[in-house]
């Protein structure tokens, strides 16, 4: 005869046990701090990785380099030597009188100091006696014994083309070299008493050695 009375479910066969339900249970909460531990590792190294580009300069040392002639010596120096896109740089320059007598620089434009900016081709791309317009005649300087004339210059990171319009731009990234100059129309350096600037026909060069800077 055919059976036909209802079979019974063996529920205890089909639901997971106290045991498997725990291990799985751990197996997940482990996994979860896993996840949570990488993420909060990468977040770290995020987070350092951004405060480095952002500090960093700050353990960057200051440099300085000079140059004589004759009675004159010129000093320039920079705070630090990397500095971040679009950081303002200032340029120190310092004129000294070295000897014991007093000495006259003689100029035709106001600009008492100068300096220049140089990419890793040996390329002027900023100037900054050409960056501002100098409307008036020269003003002559007097130095007495051990007297110095200090100057703070500015440069925004500015490349400006040597060409009309003149049209200038925010430098790359990169490596950068700058020199300082006294100047640099800059035609007499001597005794005020022998100063005659009809006879000064032509413009001395004074420049220091450039120092390498790092723009990230």
Not at 103 to 114: E, H, Q, S
Not at 188 to 193: D, F, H, K, L, N
Not at 196 to 212: H, M, N, S, V
């Amino acid at each position: 005869m055919l059976n036909t009375s209802p079979k019974k479910l063996d529920i205890g066969k089909h639901m997971p046990s106290a045991r498997t339900f725990l291990t799985n249970k751990k197996f997940i909460l482990v996994l979860y701090l896993a996840v949570l531990t990488v993420s909060v590792a990468a977040f770290g190294v995020l987070v350092i990785w951004k405060f480095k580009i952002v500090t960093h300069g700050e353990d960057s040392v200051p440099a300085e380099v000079e140059t004589t002639y004759g009675s004159i010596r010129l000093v320039m120096g920079l705070n630090k030597t990397t500095y971040g896109l679009g950081e303002s740089i200032s340029i120190n320059l310092t004129v000294v009188n070295i000897s014991n007598e007093t000495v006259l620089l003689g100029f035709t434009v106001p600009c008492k100091t100068n300096f220049v900016v140089c990419n890793k081709s040996s390329q002027t791309i900023f100037d900054y006696f050409s960056s501002v317009g100098w409307a008036d005649t020269g003003v002559d300087m007097i130095l007495d014994s051990g007297e110095a004339l200090s100057q703070t210059l500015t440069w925004n990171q500015l490349e400006i083309d040597n060409f009309p319009p003149f049209a200038s731009r925010q430098v790359q990234p990169g490596t950068y070299y700058i020199k300082g100059q006294i100047g640099p129309c800059l035609h007499y350096v001597g005794s005020p008493e022998d100063y005659d600037p009809l006879e000064c026909t032509g413009f001395i060069k004074i420049e220091t050695p450039k120092i390498q800077i790092e723009i990230i």
